[in-house]
Each structure stands twice: as C-alpha cells, then as structure tokens.
C-alpha cells in the first residue's frame, strides 16, 4: 500500500546552480548529493518535511527548455508558506524571480509564480486561513 511520496523531480541543466537557488534563495536544505552509475543523484527538501526535490541533471537539447513562455497553469512545484506577502520581500531580495510584481488573492488563499534558473516554475502559495 502507498505510505509516502519520496521524490519529485526538477530537471536542471546545472545542479550547482539549482542547488544554490533552492538552498540559498529559497530555503531549502540539501539532502543526498552522490555520485552513482547514473550521474550525479541531488536531493533538497523543506527543512521537517520528509519530501525530497530531486535535481536531476537535464541538457536543454534532451527537450527541456531553458526559457518558458508564460503559462496559466501552476508549476511542476508547488511551495507553500505561512506568509507569502511577507515571504515575497524576503525572496525577492535574495534574487528569486517572479512572474507578477506582487502576489495575487485567489478564492484558496494568495499565489505567486516564480522561475527557477532553468526557467521551471515555481508555484508558492499561501492557504486561506479558516475565518473563526
């Protein structure tokens, strides 16, 4: 029976460079970094969760683009903080880009898109807190 996601994966085309931007922009921690039969295998993860972001090595000719149109839809990742507007100034700072100028109200809570290096988009949000 299924008891937990383990992985999910964010290619990248530099590692190192993903790496700093999940870790030092965004947060996160580094969990695995080995060398394997396969490549190099590098995990990060939201400091006390048990999910891990592979950042899987993936050359832009291998079909993964570097630079994305603008898109609706949410990201392949999705973040979520206790207080995004304040979370927004403080990312911002450290070199995250965004895809709007300030973080939008939806009927769920706020959301903002961001884009990682590789130009994946990072969606963060922010749950609506039960009114009481």
Do not use: C
Not at 9 to 20: G, K, N, P
Not at 32 to 39: A, H, L, N, R
Not at 97 to 119: I, L, N, S, W
Request: proline share 8%.
């Amino acid at each position: 029976m299924l008891t937990n996601i383990m992985y999910a994966t964010i290619y990248v085309t530099d590692q190192d460079r993903a790496l700093a931007f999940y870790t030092e922009a965004l947060g996160m921690e580094k969990r695995i970094d080995v060398t394997g039969p396969d490549g190099r295998f590098l995990t990060v993860g939201v400091p006390s969760s048990p999910v891990e972001i592979i950042l899987w090595s993936h050359a832009p000719s291998a079909g993964q683009p570097v630079v994305r149109e603008a898109e609706v839809a949410p990201g392949p990742l999705i973040l979520e903080f206790d207080d995004l507007r304040r979370d927004f100034e403080v990312l911002r700072e450290r070199g995250v880009t965004f895809t709007q100028p300030q973080p939008e109200d939806y009927p769920f809570g706020v959301r903002v898109e961001a884009v990682d290096p590789d130009g994946n988009r990072i969606s963060l949000r922010q749950q609506r807190r039960a009114e009481g």
